[in-house]
């Protein structure tokens, strides 16, 4: 299993431009999630998924859009970049039962907007 | 409504000292409770989690945590620090239906030769 991977794993974007972060899972986990890791705020949700066709906001939605339309994927879409958005993203899946409630993560996407 | 202070964003501890990174947790239901770890540039990784069984959790690396409902507390503790334990540290509290995790600010261990 390859777990959480992301891509890309560094960007550089400027003031408007768009872009998706995107994010794999290949344990068939129902529940993903993104956050941002700023520092000194640790990890904040931004927006996560139940499974696939149902999404949600979490503590720092504005600015990201997500879909779900597979199980495997959970793309991050950013529409127009603000330098407030420069930070590292982190993708997160987990499955009931394997081993319950125990979140894996990604290896991040830095992100900088000039 | 769930959060979690972790008090200390800087510990700084010799090799072989006592590790005790201090969590405290608010929430309006029964909380799961984590500790997770991230080395510079990785992802996080997790040390442990409570999920109403044995108050006292143990972890990996030796680490381990004990739930304390009275404090609203987790602290994590280590007996002997090593070298190798200098990173930073995230608490976390979710809810049964583990939807949403919400992470503490951080403390990053220093471990001093």
């Known amino acids: 299993n390859a777990g959480v991977t992301q891509t890309p794993k560094f960007q550089v974007l400027k003031t408007g431009q768009s872009m998706t972060l995107q994010c794999a899972q290949d344990m068939n986990h129902e529940y993903m999630s993104w956050y941002r890791q700023d520092p000194g705020m640790g990890l904040r949700l931004i927006h996560y998924?139940?499974?696939?066709?149902?999404?949600d906001q979490g503590e720092v939605p504005n600015g990201y859009n997500v879909s779900r339309s597979t199980t495997e994927d959970f793309p991050l879409r950013l529409l127009s970049a603000a330098p407030s958005q420069t930070s590292v993203y982190f993708c997160a899946s987990l499955g009931r039962g394997d081993p319950k409630e125990t979140q894996y993560f990604g290896p991040g996407t830095r992100l900088l907007v000039l | 409504a769930q959060s979690v202070t972790q008090l200390g964003s800087h510990v700084s501890v010799s090799e072989g000292a006592l590790v005790l990174l201090r969590c405290n947790y608010s929430s309006s239901v029964p909380p799961y409770l984590f500790w997770y770890v991230q080395y510079p540039n990785q992802g996080l990784q997790l040390l442990l989690k409570y999920t109403s069984a044995a108050t006292l959790v143990k972890g990996i690396n030796g680490f381990e945590a004990e739930f304390k409902k009275s404090e609203t507390s987790f602290h994590l503790t280590k007996p002997s620090a090593h070298m190798s334990d200098a990173a930073e540290y995230f608490c976390?509290?979710?809810?049964?239906?583990?939807?949403?995790?919400?992470f503490g600010s951080g403390t990053k261990l220093n471990v001093k030769p």
């Open positions: 976390a509290v979710s809810g049964v239906n583990f939807n949403k995790f919400y």
């Open positions: 998924s139940v499974g696939a066709g149902i999404t």
